[in-house]
């Protein structure tokens, strides 16, 4: 199972002849709950792999992230704060991993290290398996920064009717809108932005949302980013609320409560997130091998 140990030392891959090593990288990363997550992969897929934390100091991700695959490491996730740093370091992106500007997933294959982003579709595949209709639905997302922009197109491709983004300062919100533009006019989704300010005014809402996402790092902290004069105009019973945070009630997620809302925490898209990292690198064909949900509903137990 998942060790607790924070150094390198047992992350270095020359460590670990013939077994493939991976990692996850981030500062904190004590906690992480991915190496349990890809252990239960690779035992569902009969791989032999192994998995482990990394805690590079804060600014030396790319030192840290190159050692790993000098040595011989496969792959690598990447949590906060180092998304915008491993984008940096890819040799090549993907398209989604250019769009969300921020990778969580790198790899190296022929002398080449790809990143990729895999949270926004994690997030819709969620979404989905809890029974939450996207297409045609009404979005709000609230936060503006690297985790909003990572599930924006993926949540557009699934042609919602709209799409708030709401952010404490406009000017990243608009910022969004703008780098979003084409996507949600080829699907016909109505995309804007409001300030969290905004939200106090009914007018300025579309009320009622279907589905509301909270991914300010507010959660981290235990604050809603959603002011008492804001919650009326935000939740309805019939909307679902979801906090990317995970293992908690989120005072967001509590606002949601009393309104009646259904609500999540993030653990699901965890879990679907290192899916999709664990099938790029161990190869699509296991994809019926996993079972995400099941990992999903141990984690919960
Ligand atoms: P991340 O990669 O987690 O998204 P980030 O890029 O630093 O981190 O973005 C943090 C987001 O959380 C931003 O949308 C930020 O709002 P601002 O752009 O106005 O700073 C939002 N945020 C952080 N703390 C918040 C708080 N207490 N209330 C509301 N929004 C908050």
Redesign the pocket.
């Known amino acids: 199972m998942s060790s607790t140990n924070t150094t390198s030392l047992h992350t270095d891959p020359s460590l670990f002849a013939g077994v493939d090593v991976y990692a996850v990288a981030g500062n904190p990363i004590a906690h992480s709950k991915s190496p349990a997550i890809h252990q239960r992969f690779a035992e569902q897929a009969n791989q032999r792999m192994h998995y482990r934390r990394l805690q590079p100091e804060i600014n030396s991700f790319a030192k840290a992230a190159q050692a790993f695959f000098a040595a011989g490491g496969k792959g690598m996730n990447v949590t906060?704060?180092f998304?915008l740093d491993a984008q940096t370091l890819a040799d090549v992106l993907t398209p989604r991993a250019q769009l969300a500007g921020?990778v969580n997933a790198l790899w190296k294959t022929e002398g080449k290290i790809f990143g990729d982003n895999t949270d926004g579709a994690g997030l819709v595949r969620d979404l989905l398996a809890k029974g939450i209709a996207l297409h045609g639905a009404r979005i709000l997302l609230?936060?503006?920064?690297?985790?909003?922009?990572?599930v924006m197109g993926p949540l557009l491709e699934q042609s919602p009717k709209s799409f708030i983004i709401a952010?404490?300062?406009s000017a990243?919100a608009d910022d969004l809108v703008k780098i979003f533009a084409d996507l949600a006019a080829s699907k016909e989704v109505a995309l804007e932005s409001r300030t969290?300010l905004d939200l106090e005014a009914a007018t300025k809402t579309l009320h009622p949302f279907d589905l509301v996402i909270n991914?300010?790092?507010?959660g981290l902290?235990d604050?809603s980013?959603v002011s008492l004069k804001a919650v009326g105009n935000i939740f309805v019973p019939s909307s679902f609320a979801y906090d990317m945070v995970y293992g908690k009630t989120t005072s967001f997620m509590q606002q949601a409560l009393q309104r009646g809302a259904r609500v999540s925490d993030g653990l699901g898209m965890l879990v679907e997130q290192a899916a999709d990292a664990f099938l790029l690198w161990r190869g699509a064909q296991l994809a019926t091998a996993i079972d995400p949900r099941a990992v999903l509903a141990e984690l919960r137990s």
Not at 142 to 150: D, F, N, P, S, Y
Not at 215 to 218: D, G, K, M, Q, V
């Open positions: 906060v704060p998304k921020a609230i936060g503006a920064g690297g985790a909003a922009r990572g952010n404490r300062s990243k969290l991914a300010t790092a507010a902290t604050e980013p």
